[in-house]
């Protein structure tokens, strides 16, 4: 077929498309509406859930003052959190995830390298003071917010949540979920003993 030919047919298809109807085109928006979805839905599953940014990090923890959970002496208030630094665990009875990353926590107390405070979240006085009577105490002070609102100031999505505080009571790192014994050695001990140099 002659460079003519092509052009000739390329123009009459060209004519014929402009001729239809504008409905019979709008099969196209759906294909694109779902081309559209498609593209959000697959950056989407490329993000790491447990890696939301925190609107406080680099800020001061918010003013709170709870009283300590049922059993023990030592509540948690945002003045005992400066000073030095420090890790927040917010944790309950209910949560799953937080029974997972207990022993670590259990382990790093023992090893008395950093304080560890527990923020316990939405749970119920019995059960908090059970829980930890049975897997074991691994925190130096411990807060009961009982109706979640400490938890929302400090951005809580969920237990179990870890704050990294510095010295001078700014949130420098969260971990969303339970921590593991990758992420508390690559992340969590090594951010700690930089913050304690400082």
């Given at each position: 077929?002659?460079?003519?030919?092509?052009?000739?047919?390329?123009?009459?298809?060209a004519a014929?498309?402009?001729?239809l109807?504008?409905g019979?085109?709008?099969?196209?928006?759906?294909?694109?509406?779902?081309?559209?979805?498609?593209?959000?839905?697959?950056?989407?599953?490329?993000?790491?859930?447990?890696?939301?940014?925190?609107?406080?990090?680099?800020?001061?923890?918010?003013?709170?003052?709870?009283?300590?959970?049922?059993?023990?002496?030592?509540?948690?208030?945002?003045?005992?959190?400066?000073?030095?630094?420090?890790?927040v665990?917010?944790?309950?009875?209910?949560?799953?995830?937080?029974?997972?990353?207990?022993?670590?926590?259990?382990?790093l107390?023992?090893e008395?390298?950093?304080?560890?405070?527990?923020?316990?979240y939405?749970?119920?006085?019995?059960?908090?003071?059970r829980?930890?009577?049975?897997?074991?105490d691994?925190?130096?002070?411990?807060?009961?917010?009982?109706?979640?609102?400490?938890?929302?100031?400090?951005?809580?999505?969920?237990?179990?949540?870890?704050?990294?505080?510095?010295?001078?009571?700014?949130?420098?790192?969260?971990?969303?979920?339970?921590?593991?014994?990758?992420?508390?050695?690559?992340?969590?001990?090594?951010?700690?003993?930089?913050?304690?140099?400082?």
């Amino acid at each position: 077929m002659s460079d003519t030919n092509l052009t000739h047919e390329a123009a009459s298809n060209a004519a014929n498309a402009q001729a239809l109807p504008p409905g019979s085109r709008s099969y196209l928006w759906p294909l694109a509406i779902f081309a559209v979805i498609a593209v959000f839905l697959g950056v989407g599953l490329t993000l790491n859930p447990r890696e939301i940014p925190s609107p406080l990090i680099g800020k001061p923890v918010p003013e709170f003052r709870l009283e300590p959970v049922k059993g023990r002496t030592l509540g948690l208030a945002s003045s005992d959190l400066r000073g030095e630094v420090s890790v927040v665990n917010v944790f309950a009875s209910w949560c799953v995830e937080c029974r997972a990353e207990h022993p670590l926590w259990m382990q790093l107390r023992a090893e008395g390298n950093v304080p560890l405070h527990g923020l316990n979240y939405k749970d119920r006085p019995d059960d908090a003071a059970r829980w930890l009577g049975e897997l074991g105490d691994p925190y130096t002070r411990t807060g009961a917010d009982l109706d979640g609102r400490v938890g929302i100031d400090w951005g809580v999505y969920g237990v179990p949540e870890t704050f990294i505080v510095d010295k001078r009571g700014m949130i420098r790192h969260k971990v969303i979920g339970a921590v593991t014994r990758k992420s508390l050695d690559e992340k969590v001990l090594p951010l700690v003993r930089k913050l304690q140099a400082e």
